[in-house]
């Protein structure tokens, strides 16, 4: 482990804003969180990636209902149902417990991806930093369509809303990879590429992970 | 978005290729985009190669932008899927087709 994101050299290099956002992921993975510990939090992430590559996910710092919720999230989360996120309650898994375990590991993978994509190697996680979770609930969220409590419409930019330091995460890094929320208007945006590429690379991906959001 | 964004442009895209990637796309650079987009997805052994082509096609900037966009929506994915987030109703049949 270490305490800063290392990427190897691949010969492709990332835009200094998305090295950059993906270096203040490593930095907030590491941190304890709003309901998991640093420890917990790498732990999941370390899960996460077993589970991609399909190796053993078992992980001393984590109840088995977790790491095996963490393995549906990294390989089939179009087939996580409500029952099974209601399930983790009887475990003292909080919803929103659910909701920053779901942020860490989407975004692993999403950085994970990314470097995979550029032909390096997969970075060494970060040492997590000791402390406690803040605890802290978010009382305007609350449970409608969607399996957790949002602030608001359940959707792409309110569906980590329970937890604040998700949501932020969230849009930080969406804004590092592709584009800030602002952005999203702007069909003609052009960075590095032109925005139809940038769809057209969302759209496959989005197709083959059943997405159809 | 990806309808919206094309037609921003003179470019006339088979979006069937999106489903069928041997099929053609109808555009240069996008045969390139879906093909790594495979191969980043599903982390096939044409992974090297898409590369290359699409660093060929893209430029080495730009193929690490359409990297860092798979990498961006296979976060969203996971996050609209796994808290439940409701599709479009425009999308339900689609959605209980890919799921059944």
């Known amino acids: 482990m270490t305490d800063s994101l290392t990427i190897s050299d691949s010969g492709l290099s990332l835009r200094p804003s998305m090295l950059a956002g993906m270096q203040r992921e490593w930095t907030r993975l590491a941190q304890p969180g709003t309901w998991w510990t640093g420890v917990e939090r790498v732990a999941i992430a370390t899960v996460a990636r077993d589970a991609v590559h399909g190796s053993n996910t078992s992980s001393p710092a984590l109840h088995s209902v977790v790491t095996d919720m963490v393995a549906r999230v990294a390989t089939s989360p179009h087939a996580i149902e409500r029952a099974a996120v209601d399930s983790l309650a009887e475990h003292g898994v909080r919803l929103e417990a659910f909701v920053e375990l779901v942020g860490i590991t989407a975004r692993l993978i999403a950085v994970d991806t990314t470097i995979r994509g550029i032909g390096a190697a997969p970075a060494p996680l970060p040492s997590p930093i000791e402390g406690q979770p803040s605890r802290h609930v978010e009382p305007r969220a609350k449970r409608r369509s969607a399996h957790v409590p949002m602030i608001g419409a359940a959707g792409a930019t309110t569906a980590l809303s329970s937890v604040a330091a998700e949501d932020a995460a969230q849009a930080d890094l969406h804004g590092a990879l592709y584009l800030h929320y602002a952005e999203m208007g702007d069909l003609t945006i052009v960075k590095e590429i032109p925005r139809w590429q940038m769809e057209l690379a969302a759209t496959t991906t989005s197709w083959i992970n059943h997405c159809v959001y | ?100």
């Open chain 2, 1 to 100: 978005m990806l309808r919206a964004s094309i037609e921003q442009t003179n470019h006339r895209l088979n979006l069937a290729a999106v489903v069928d990637h041997a099929q053609p796309a109808g555009v240069p650079e996008a045969d390139a985009i879906i093909r790594f987009t495979h191969a980043l997805v599903e982390n096939t052994d044409q992974l090297p190669d898409a590369r290359a082509a699409l660093v060929a096609s893209l430029g080495a900037a730009g193929a690490a932008a359409i990297a860092g966009a798979v990498g961006n929506f296979e976060m969203m994915n996971r996050i609209l899927d796994a808290t439940g987030v409701p599709a479009p109703g425009s999308m339900a049949d689609l959605t209980e087709r890919l799921r059944s």
